[in-house]
Every structure is written in structure tokens, then in C-alpha cells.
């Protein structure tokens, strides 16, 4: 008997032990039911992860507890009514090391968005695709501040100013497209974006910042369009890899070393309009060989051209009536300064000028006044070579065309040709050094042209 009753108890409990477990999972699986249900019929769940102001019917976005890949709603129900974001606030995403909000990865800005605020973004160091709406009509100051790893970015026509140092330290930013509509880049705004190959700026540009690209060290080749007028201080300085820069004609300021470490470039052409060639501005540009200077240029800064030590040579037009201290200082290869016009006033140290460029010799012209047996502490010669057409030399001898240049003994001379004065299309045939005042010229190919024109220039 004993037995038997032990027996029942047993099942009895193992009985109550499985009606428990199965009410149990029923209501377990009713708890996961209602969540679900309330994750479908919620909407607001995903847009909880945003935090919000509300100015007359639109939303500002000023925070996000999310993380990862971030889609910004281009509106949010609040008391029942969709109300629209339409921009983002002041340092609404930033990561710094005090905030709390995790790290974002990638950012999609709806078109309903129409301003993007000032530090927005900043220290978003993870952040790696940015996609901004077509509304946009501004990007803040320091917006992208130091996203180091944000590789590309495409701002779209809409916009119509970029903040300063709005993509500041974007380190492996390497792409970039400037909207049709931009019409300033602002102080420091790509400034050490070292990855930065090619970036195009459109018409719509009237300015360029200070600072706006300087060190962005891969950065080749850049086209300033005709729109822009001004080129603050220091807007590609250290971009080292720069070989090729086209100003535009409409650009009538261009600040101090705005080109200064630029060390590959070659040439440059300043348009007419610039008036003054900023303080150190070309400044240890180690590969410039040659400078067109404008006749509308009146001033040149000081130390503007110091430490290029690949320039031989240079001409300084008429119009320039003041040159700065240290102008071609160290540059150790420069053979010749030819000047157009009066000795310019030199600066406070007149002999820095030249200081350092010990094998140059300073040229001017005939007619021109205040010069001495120096300038800037180098020697002057006055350049005045002249074909001579009236002696037995001139005219057809042994089947060559020939003529003597006489002037300043040891003078270079460039003898060039061309065949059509309308449009001429001048080439080097042969460079004279005048021993003893003159030298005499002949051009064996004359009988190849049914006319030719001869022209004398420096090297």
C-alpha cells in the first residue's frame, strides 16, 4: 500500500509540474505576441531614437541614441499631426569623447531637410558615407569636423554656402563634388585633406577662404573659374602636390601665401585685374619656373617669390612701382630680374631683396629712371640690344639671312621668328651672348618662307 500511494503521489507531481510549464510558454509566447504587435503598429519606436525641437510646425533635430547606419525621417507624428524636419541642429550628432550617443557609421539626410547646423557631425570619426538631401541650402561651420573617416562626399545643387572648416581634417576624404549653386568656400573648409585628388569649382563660386584647401597634398591640378574674384590667405598653402593651377581672368585679389609651399608647382599665369602679389605668396614654391605678372600688378609683397629655387628668371612689368624686403630671397638659380619700367621703391631692407640669389643680375630699359650700379644689392645692366639693318652684316650672306645685335656686352639674347604678324606664332630659332657688345645672328631656313619676322626677347 505504501508503495502504491508513493506511486500516485509521484504522478501527481510530475502532472502539476507540465500544467506549469505550459502555462508558462502560453504566456511567454503572449508577451512576445503584444511586443511584436506593438513593434508593428508603433511607428514612433524607430523615431524615438531622435531627439527634437518643434519652431512653428517643423522639427529640429538636435540628438539620436542610435548608432550604425542612420536614416534621418523626413518627418515625425507628434499629437497625431506629421510634422516635417526640415534641418539639424548645433552639434546634434558630434562625438566627442564626454558623449554619451553611440558611434555613427553612416548618415542619410531626407530631402525635406533644408540646413545642416554648425558642428553637426563633428568627431564623427566613424562616419564613412554621408548622403545629403537635394534641399539643402546650407552646410554649417565645422560640420564634418575631423570625420577622419569619411572617403567621399557629394553636395548637391541646392546648396549655396559650405561653412568653414566644414569637412576640416576629413584625413581620407578623397572625393569630392561641389554643387552648381555654391557660391563660397569658406575659410578652412577642406583645409588638410591630404587624400583629396580632384575637386572641380563651379561658376557659381565668388570666393575662396582662407585656408580653404591648404594642405591637401594630393591635389593635383585646379581650375579656378572665371566667377571668382577673390583668393584669400593662405587657400591652397602646403598643397604639395599641386603641378597645375588656372586662375581665372575675373580674380582680382589674391592673399598672402596662398600658393606658399605649393613645391610642385611649375608655372603660373596672375590674370589682369590682380593689383598686388601677396607677402610670401609663391613662398618655397621649389619648382617654379616661370611667372607671368600682369601689367595691372603695382605691388609686390614682401618674400613673395622667397626660397623658389627653381626660378631663373623673371619679368616685372612697368606698372609696378614698390617690390617688399626678401622678394626673391634664396632663390639660389634666379640668373636674371628684368625690369619694364623706373626702379620700383623697395622695402625697409633694401638689400634682403636679392639676398642669397647670389648670381642674379637685375635688367632695365632704356629710358627708365632712378637706377644705380646696384639693386637689392645685386648688379644692373641696361638692357639694350638692337639688330643692326644699316651694316654690311644685314641681308643674304653664304645662303643664310642674317644680321649683328650689339648692346651691353654679355647680354643673352633670344632671337625668335614667326611668319605672320596678324597672328603670330613667335618660335626660338637661336639665343646670342652679346662678348664685347654685339653678336652676330643668321637664320639658315629663311628660304623655306616666303617671309619671316625676327624678334629679340631675354631668355
Known sequence: MKTKSLTAKTTNVKTMAGGFKTACATRLLLLLL?????????????????GYTITNGTITITGCSAGGAVIIPSSILVDGVNLPVTSIGTRAFWEYNPHPWPVLTSITIPDSVTSIGDYAFEFCSSLTNVMIGNSVTSIGDAAFFRCYSLTSVTIPNSVTSIGGSAFFDCTSLTSVTIGS???????GTFHNCPGLTNVTIPNSVTSIGVWAFEGCTSLTSVTIPNSVTSIESGAFEFCTGLTNVAIGNSVTNIGDYAFAGCTSLASVTIPNGVTSIGGEEFRNCTSLINVTIPNSVTNIRGAAFMGCTGLTSIMIP????????A??????????VYFQGDAPTPGLYPLYMLERASIATVYYLPGTTNWGATFGGRP???????????????????????????GTSNLVIVVEACTNLANP???????NTLTGGSSYFSDPQW?????RFYRLRSP
Do not use: H, K
Open 181 to 187: 549653386s555654391v557660391t563660397s568656400i569658406g575659410d
Open 380 to 406: 644692373t645692366v641696361l638692357w639694350n640690344p638692337q639688330a643692326q639693318t644699316r651694316n654690311a652684316s644685314f641681308g643674304v650672306r653664304t645662303n643664310r639671312f642674317g644680321f649683328t645685335i650689339t
Open 327 to 336: 622678394t626673391f630671397r634664396d632663390c639660389t638659380s634666379l640668373t636674371a
Open 425 to 431: 606664332a613667335w618660335s626660338p630659332l637661336g639665343t
Open 34 to 50: 503584444l511586443l511584436l504587435l506593438l513593434l508593428l503598429t508603433l511607428p514612433a519606436a524607430v523615431q524615438a531614437q531622435f
Open 447 to 451: 628660304t623655306n618662307y616666303p617671309g
Open 318 to 325: 612697368a606698372s609696378v612701382t614698390s617690390i617688399g624686403d
